[in-house]
Structures are given as structure tokens and as C-alpha cells.
């Protein structure tokens, strides 16, 4: 049977107190049902720092999912800058000809 003080003083250990005492086996100051509440207690704390990686790597990858996003956004917006660009200069390049063709016309007319 585990006591209150036993369970108070391996609670009160660090991880690598944890792993000097597990590794020490038949050497550890907690026998028994102390030494497996020794484990148990050990894999809890292991558990406990996945569970809060696991949660830091789903935050960091939804920060990620919303940056992407919205430099998606400003991608899309960049094209449609492009195509009001493309376009404008398109219409500059016909204005261009025109003009060219008409300044020409005075010069290519017979003159009688």
C-alpha cells in the first residue's frame, strides 16, 4: 500500500529524479507498489509533455494555415492587379498603332 508521504515525495521529484530512481531498479529507495507508482508517475509526466507538443504543433500549424491563407489572398489580388496591367497596356499598344497610323496618313496621301 502506497502511503500519502511516499506518494507526496515521488510526486514532489523531478523528471530526472524520476529517471535516476527508475533506472536505479533494485537499488531505488521506492520498492514495490512504490516503485510502480514510481513508472506510473514517470509515464504520466510523459505523456503529459506530448500531449502539450502535440497541442504546440497544432497551433503553430493553424498560425501557418492562416498565414498561408493570407498570402493567398494577396496573391489573388496581385493577379488581378497583373490582368487590370496587362490589359491596360494591351489598350496602350492599340492606341499606340492608331496614333501612328493616323500621324502617317497626312504623309502617305498624293498630292495632286
Not at 92 to 110: E, F, M, N
Request: hydrophobic share 45%.
Amino acid at each position: 500500500m502506497l502511503s500519502v508521504e511516499t506518494r507526496n515525495a515521488i510526486d514532489a521529484l523531478s523528471k530526472e529524479d524520476l529517471v535516476q530512481e527508475i533506472h536505479k531498479e533494485n537499488r531505488s529507495r521506492f520498492q514495490g507498489d512504490n516503485y510502480a507508482y514510481l513508472k506510473t508517475r514517470f509515464a504520466l509526466l510523459m505523456e503529459q509533455e506530448r500531449a502539450e507538443q502535440s497541442a504546440k504543433e497544432l497551433r503553430l500549424n493553424a498560425d501557418a494555415n492562416e498565414v498561408a491563407k493570407e498570402a493567398n489572398e494577396i496573391a489573388r489580388e496581385s493577379n488581378a492587379i497583373s490582368g487590370k496591367a496587362y490589359r491596360m497596356a494591351a489598350f496602350s499598344v492599340v492606341v499606340a498603332v492608331i496614333a501612328a497610323i493616323i500621324a502617317l496618313l497626312p504623309q502617305c496621301s498624293v498630292k495632286p
